[in-house]
């Protein structure tokens, strides 16, 4: 009797096993996953500060470039000497 309880006992003991192992393998994958999301989410805040600062500084140097113009051609040249 033992001979045919023993396979089903021994069976019973590594699939209650494998299951915690299943459990534990589950619990680090959403883990990871979730650590992973965290990452990406805060790289996606800091690219689209920089992108911010840089669309800023963009903005200044347009207007930099308009009051420049503004000023070359309000310059005065000489007329040219007489031939």
């Not at 393998?25 to 911010?52: D, F, P, R, V, W």
Request: glycine share 4%; charged share 15%.
């Amino acid at each position: 009797m033992f001979k045919r309880i023993a396979p089903f006992a021994a069976l019973s003991l590594l699939s209650g096993c494998a299951l915690t192992n299943g459990d534990e393998y589950h619990q680090a994958t959403l883990s990871a996953i979730q650590s992973s999301e965290a990452n990406m989410t805060q790289k996606m805040t800091n690219l689209e500060s920089q992108m911010g600062l840089q669309n800023d500084y963009i903005e200044s140097l347009e207007k930099q470039i308009t009051e420049l113009k503004t000023q070359v051609s309000q310059i005065k040249l000489p007329p040219p000497p007489a031939p």
